[in-house]
C-alpha cells in the first residue's frame, strides 16, 4: 500500500466509495458485482419481505424502527434463514451508523452486513477528511445509492433493504427512512418495519403507536412488535431465554446512539409475556 | 551555447533543507506530550475551522506545522490510507507505524526529486488503549523519522520549547498540569495564551472506539483556569521569586482570560478569517 494521492481534477475528496473505486483496482464492496450467477429460483424459500431471494443464502428477517418524543427507537431480531432452515440464532441486524444514526437490514445478509460496513466507513470518512458531519438526509441519500448500486445483485437474489433512523441534530427530531430495491428512499413519518416479518410488526405498532410517545412506551412497542413478528413469521427469531439471545433493541437521541444491555431487553420481554398471559387467563375467566 | 552551471551535491540538498526550514520556522510551534490516560497534542491556532491536529483513525492521530496547505494533503492522504485499510483488512490493523513510514518515503521522495520540498512537520501518534505504551512519531520535511519518547515538539521554535519542557515534564501526569504546563512552555515566560489562541486535543483511554477528542474553548478555560482556585498554594507562595512563577502568572491570567474567552471568540470570530491560513507559513 502507498500513500494515496490524486491529480487535482481527479480526487475523489470526502467519500470513501469513490476512494475505493479509484484506489483498489479488485472488485470488492457492494457497488461492484461479479460475473452474472443464475437467476433466483421463485421457490427460494426464506423471505425478506417480497424480495425473491436465493436459495442456500442467509436472509436476515424484520427489523423495526419508530419515532418517539426525542428520537427514534430501532430494533431487529436475530434470526437469519437459508431457505426453510435457520442459518444463525444470533446475527445482528441493527448497527450503529455513526454517533447519532442506525442503520437496520432485512435480506441477504452478506451483502447488507458489507453495505453496513462500507457506509459506516463512508460516514466517518466524510467526517474526518471534511471536519464536519453530514446532514441526516444526506447521509440517508448516501445509503439509497448504495442499495441502488446493489440492484444487479438485488434481480439475481441478493437484494438488500436497509432501514436508517437518527436523530436530526439540526432540527432535533428523530426521522427515519426507508428504502426500495431500486434506491428509492422514503422518509416515514411515524413508524415502518420491513423484512419477512415486517408487516405483522408494522400492524402492532399501528395498533399502539401515538405521536410524542415517552422513549419507554416506543421501546416496549418495538419489543412487542418483534414477539409479534415472530408469533407469525417462520423466518422471525423470537426471544430465546434457553441461550440468552435477545433481539436487538437500540435508541438512537439527542446523546447519540445505545444499544440496549440484553438484560433489559430481556426484562422487556418478560414483562410483555406476563401481560399476555394475564391477558388470555382473564378471557377464560 | 549555454551549459547549465554545475551545483554540488551537497549544495543543492543544502539549499533545499534551508528554505524548508525557514518555511516551517515562520509557522507557529505544536507541542505533544504522553500523560496519564494518553496522549495530548496542543498547538497555538487561533483558527477554530483550519485544524493542525486532527483524527486518523480510532486510536490514530495527526498534527502538523509549516504551510497548512501542504500538511493538509498530507492528513487527507493517511485518513484515505487508514479508512482503506481498516475496511480491507480490519479495524485493529490501523497502526501509525506503518503510516509513519509511507509519510517518510513520501516527504523524502519529494525532498530529493521535486523542485520544492515540503515545509511541514509532522506528527503520528498512536494511543495504546491497554498500557502506556503510546507512540509519538515525528517526521521532519526530509523524511526523517524520530521515535519519540514521552513528548515532542514540532514548528519553528522547537529547541527552547524542548528545553523548557525536558525540565517540567512529569511521566503518568494528569492531563490537566500536562495542559498547563504545554501552554506554559508554548507561550513562554514572556506571553500567555488564552483559550481562544489554542487548539488542543487529545488520545484517550476509555470505552469509545474513537478516542480522538478535541478539547473545547470551555474545557481549555477550566482546566487552565483550575490551578488559581485550588491546589497549586505552593506555588502561588512561591511566585514572587522564581521565573517559573510565569506558571502561575499565566494561570492567574487565564482566570480571567477564562471571562474574556466568551468576548475573544466572539470578536475573533469575525476579524479572524484572513489573518488565519497565513498563520501557518506564508
Known sequence: MSLPFFPTGDDPGPSFVDLLRRADPAPRGVHHHGPAAPAASPAGGSRAGDLPTRAGVPHG?????????????????????????????????????????????????????????LFQTQLEHYEKVEGS??????KANQLAQMVRANLPM???????????????????????????????????????????????????????????????????????????????????????????????????????????????????FAVLLDSLRNARAGDAS | MTMPYYVAPEQVMKDRAEYAQKGIARGRSLVAAMYGSGVLM???????????????????????????????QLRVA????????????????????????????????????????????????????????????????????????????????????????????????????????CVAVLAGPDRTLAPSDLEAAVLEKGS??????????????????????AGDAGVADDAGGEPPGGEAEASVDSGNGGEDTGEAAANGGEPEPPAVPGADGT
Open chain 2, 42 to 72: 496542543v498547538a497555538e491556532n487561533p483558527s477554530r475551522t483550519l485544524h493542525k491536529i486532527s483524527e486518523i483513525y480510532d486510536r490514530v492521530a495527526f498534527a502538523g506545522a509549516g504551510r497548512y496547505n501542504e500538511f493538509d
Open chain 1, 133 to 138: 458531519t453530514l446532514s441526516l438526509e444526506g
Open chain 2, 78 to 181: 493517511g485518513v484515505r490510507h487508514a479508512d482503506t485499510k481498516g475496511f480491507a483488512y480490519s479495524r485493529e490493523d490501523v497502526d501509525a507505524r506503518s503510516l509513519a513510514n509511507l509519510y517518510a518515503q513520501f516527504l523524502g521522495q519529494v525532498f530529493t526529486h521535486e523542485m520544492k520540498p515540503l515545509e511541514v512537520e509532522i506528527l503520528v501518534a498512536e494511543l495504546d488503549p491497554l498500557g502506556d505504551d503510546h507512540q509519538l512519531y515525528h517526521l521532519a520535511y526530509d523524511g526523517t523519522v524520530v521515535d519519540e519518547e514521552d513528548f515532542t515538539v514540532l514548528g519553528g521554535d522547537s529547541d527552547t520549547i524542548i528545553e523548557r519542557l525536558t525540565s517540567s515534564y512529569r511521566r503518568g501526569w494528569p492531563l490537566e498540569e500536562a495542559l498547563r504546563t
Open chain 1, 154 to 268: 438485488a434481480m439475481e437474489g441478493l437484494g438488500v433493504l436497509p432501514l436508517f433512523a437518527g436523530f436530526d441534530v439540526r432540527r432535533k427530531v428523530g426521522r427515519i427512512f426507508s428504502f426500495d430495491i431500486a434506491g428509492g428512499r422514503y422518509e416515514e413519518l411515524e413508524y415502518h418495519a420491513t423484512g419477512s416479518g415486517g408487516r405483522d410488526a408494522r400492524t402492532t405498532i399501528k395498533l399502539g403507536f401515538r405521536d410524542d410517545l415517552p422513549v419507554d412506551e416506543a421501546v416496549e412497542l418495538a419489543v412487542k412488535a418483534l414477539y409479534q413478528a415472530a408469533d407469525e413469521d417462520s423466518a422471525t427469531g423470537g426471544p430465546d431465554p434457553l441461550r440468552g439471545i435477545y433481539p436487538v433493541v437500540s435508541v438512537v437521541d439527542e446523546s447519540g446512539y445505545r444499544r440496549l444491555a440484553d438484560d433489559e431487553v430481556a426484562e422487556r
Open chain 2, 208 to 229: 469509545t472506539r474513537r478516542t480522538f477528542r478535541r478539547l473545547t474553548n470551555e474545557d481549555l478555560a477550566e482546566m487552565l483556569a483550575a490551578p488559581a482556585a
Open chain 1, 61 to 117: 428477517t424484520t427489523i423495526v424502527a419508530l419515532r418517539f418524543a426525542g428520537g427514534v427507537v430501532v430494533a431487529g431480531d436475530r434470526r437469519a434463514t437459508e431457505g426453510h432452515a435457520i442459518a444463525h440464532r444470533g446475527i445482528e441486524k441493527v448497527f450503529p451508523a455513526d454517533r447519532y444514526s442506525a442503520v437496520a437490514i432485512a435480506g441477504a445478509a452478506g451483502p447488507a452486513i458489507e453495505m453496513v460496513r
